[in-house]
């Protein structure tokens, strides 16, 4: 199950034919108490960079980007109704979507977990 991160602290992981997409650690503890979630809406086709969700905490909403291009399978109405979910469980259960993989380079372009630690310690 490989993971891989964005620069805009999202991750992805590929999950059979499809990725599961999500925001880090570093983002919701960044947020704060997340209180409202918009996801993208199934069949969205989806470019690489593209704001296509958004989250909002107690201090601000941010935009989450999609990861790499593809088309949005499901949503993870679960973190709609508790959106506080995201803050007790951002790379577990607290999933936002899930996608098709377009292009499998942009996948393997995004930075792997060592990576992505090197680089939030930078921040």
Not at 69 to 86: F, H, M, Q, R
Request: charged share 25%; glycine share 4%.
């Amino acid at each position: 199950m490989t993971k891989k991160f964005t620069k805009d602290h999202e991750w992805v992981r590929v999950q059979g034919d499809h990725v599961v997409v999500g925001i880090t650690d570093y983002a919701q503890s960044s947020l704060g108490d997340i209180v409202f979630v918009e996801l993208p809406v199934s069949d969205r086709v989806l470019a690489a960079g593209e704001a296509c969700a958004v989250v909002e905490s107690v201090k601000a909403a941010s935009d989450i980007y999609a990861p790499i291009s593809g088309k949005v399978i499901e949503n993870n109405d679960t973190i709609i109704d508790n959106p506080a979910l995201v803050n007790a469980s951002p790379e577990g259960d607290a999933w936002f979507f899930t996608m098709t993989m377009a292009n499998p380079a942009e996948f393997d372009a995004l930075m792997d977990e060592a990576a992505y630690k090197a680089y939030v310690e930078t921040l």
